[in-house]
């Protein structure tokens, strides 16, 4: 076993000899401290006796050692860098614990901290958040939010999280708000649920959407149409035709949300064709409640072309792929403005009635049918709440309530279709008066 005396210039003439098999050269200045040279390389260890056996340890390679010292201050050789950790191995003996222990113990730290850098991406912190939160909604919801998600990568997706200031937020949402307040609002939801979910996972100190409040005021919408202005655009939608006049006779009949109606499966429908058998993984309520329909709803989904199974839809649309898909709730303004406002002037030109002047959208329509069901049919608001399928907000209700309603879904949607009716004949509402209590006689 060689030793040797190691200096810069003779170390690197140590080097540039050929070694055709391994050969240790011990550090005469440092017992135990050796350099394997061979054909692949150099590589520091420290040979010493632990617990009565001899153990050789790696201290790394000599290329890496040299690199290592070059770039401190002061400048160090390699042997000298490799001394340093040797030291440091007795420093471990020392204080009890082995080596090897120590390292492993170094190196999955190193790996954990490596993996938890990488999460705190914001682009892998958004794939762990779409995984986890997503499929807990319907999915509207979860199609808006991966738009939104989409958009907030595409920004941020390279920036560490836990540095992502709550300036940088506010300026991407006033950007969103100039297009869409109520985009700009839904992406500042989805901004709030995603980085509370890295504050849980990655350790961050701070939230910097925690407080970030919705940028976009929305005005509550309270437009409903009246028996005249349904009169009218029941016939526009006739003289439209299929497939957005048949939707919109199915929407006044049922008053479901248009995303639903625009999904709405041939499978849906039940074999006798009086029931639409709702899916609670594709409501938003996440709730099955199945709708009746009458003899108007069947009668829009009848005159509705069958394209065969390949089209499970009521429509033959199909994606960038060439999947088959419903109507895209995001299709109506465009659709309304060229297939139903042309004959709203038509319409009430042949009713003899006023055309619908006041702007409307097909969400107004649900709002209308709510408002009748109450207003003109006497229904009981609870029972009105489930027709449109909405969730009841009383938490002891939710825990104990689950029935389905069905009976009183359906006569409530047969009332419903009495009416519309009388509303197409052009009747007035009944107005049915409160009878007075008569005083009981002795």
């Avoid at 190691?6 to 055709?20: M, Y």
């Avoid at 000298?80 to 614990?97: D, H, I």
């Avoid at 109506?332 to 959208?361: Q, Y």
Wanted: proline fraction near 5%; glycine fraction near 8%.
């Amino acid at each position: 076993m060689p030793k040797a005396k190691f200096t810069e210039k003779g170390l690197a003439a140590l080097l540039r000899k050929p070694h055709p098999e391994r050969i240790d050269y011990f550090d005469s200045a440092f017992p135990g401290l050796s350099l394997r040279v061979g054909p692949r390389g150099a590589t520091w260890f420290y040979l010493r006796r632990i617990d009565g056996r001899l153990t050789r340890l790696s201290l790394g390679r000599h290329d890496d050692l040299a690199r290592a010292g070059a770039g401190s201050l002061p400048r160090r050789a390699g042997f000298t860098v490799a001394r340093e950790r040797a030291g440091e191995v007795e420093g471990t003996l020392a204080a009890g614990k082995h080596p090897r222990t120590e390292a492993a113990r170094k190196r999955a730290a190193e790996r954990e901290s490596r993996a938890v850098d990488e999460l705190r991406l914001v682009r892998h912190l958004a794939r762990e958040w779409e995984a986890n939160h997503l499929p807990t909604l319907s999915e509207r919801t979860q199609r808006d939010y991966k738009r939104a998600l989409g958009a907030i990568v595409d920004s941020f997706g390279d920036e560490d999280a836990g540095t992502v200031r709550r300036r940088d937020l506010i300026r991407y949402l006033d950007h969103v708000k100039l297009r869409s307040p109520a985009e700009a609002n839904r992406h500042a939801t989805v901004l709030r649920l995603l980085f509370s979910f890295g504050q849980d996972r990655c350790d961050m100190e701070a939230n910097p959407a925690a407080s970030i409040r919705n940028p976009g005021k929305q005005r509550i919408r309270d437009r409903t149409l009246d028996r005249s202005e349904i009169r009218v655009l029941w016939r526009a939608a006739e003289l439209a035709g299929y497939p957005y006049g048949n939707f919109i006779h199915f929407a006044l009949c049922t008053g479901q949300r248009v995303s639903e109606i625009g999904a709405l499966r041939r499978d849906d429908i039940s074999g006798d064709g009086d029931i639409w058998i709702q899916r609670a993984h594709r409501n938003k309520s996440r709730k099955r409640v199945d709708i009746f329909l009458d003899t108007r709803a069947r009668g829009a989904l009848d005159a509705c072309p069958n394209f065969g199974p390949r089209s499970p839809f009521f429509v033959a649309s199909t994606d960038s792929r060439g999947n088959p898909r419903g109507i895209r709730p995001d299709a109506w303004n465009k659709a309304l403005v060229r297939h139903i406002e042309p004959n709203v002037h038509a319409a009430a030109a042949e009713l003899g009635l006023r055309p619908i002047s006041a702007s409307w959208t097909m969400h107004d329509l649900r709002r209308t049918v709510r408002t009748g069901l109450t207003g003109w049919c006497g229904i009981n608001p609870d029972t009105a709440e489930r027709v449109l399928n909405h969730a009841i907000g009383d938490r002891l209700r939710k825990t104990y309530d689950h029935s389905d309603y069905m009976p009183h879904v359906t006569a409530a949607l047969a009332r419903w279709n009495h009416e519309l009716t009388e509303i197409l004949r052009g009747k007035s509402p009944v107005v049915v008066p409160l009878k007075k209590k008569r005083r009981a006689t002795g």
